[in-house]
């Protein structure tokens, strides 16, 4: 798969279940979790640690507040779209990397 060709789709990351296009995620890497999945400018890491395989849009605008955000346990994420389902996961080595940080 060509990241360039499919840069405005939409992908899920693995780790936090943030949505953004491929592109984004090239540019900004993902907002809660590229620390350790460092995704900016890494097309094989995007390859790794994102997916197009999701389901369902939940839009969280504030943190903290929403019902939503506390049942998805997502309240400490940044604002913006998440993925209810994925399908894949991350490698178990960057999986618990991202659970030592939390
Ligand atoms: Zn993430």
Same mark, same amino acid.
């Given at each position: ?8 789709? &939409? ?6 279940l ?20 460092? &995704?900016? +400018? ?14 369902? &849009?939940?839009?969280?605008? +504030? ?17 913006? &779209? ?10 178990? @080595?960057?999986?618990e990397?991202?659970a030592? @940080?939390?």
């Amino acid at each position: 798969m060509s990241l360039t060709r499919d840069a405005k789709q &939409l992908r899920a990351c693995l780790g936090c279940l943030f949505v953004q296009s491929g592109n984004d995620f090239l540019q900004k890497g993902c907002p809660n979790c590229d620390q350790v999945l460092q &995704l900016q +400018q890494d097309k094989v890491a995007i390859q790794d640690c994102t997916t197009s395989q999701f389901d369902g &849009l939940i839009a969280m605008a +504030q943190p903290g507040q929403s019902w939503v955000a506390k049942w998805q346990r997502i309240d400490h994420r940044m604002p913006g &779209l998440y993925a209810v389902k994925v399908t894949g996961s991350l490698p178990a @080595e960057l999986r618990e990397q991202l659970a030592n @940080e939390r």
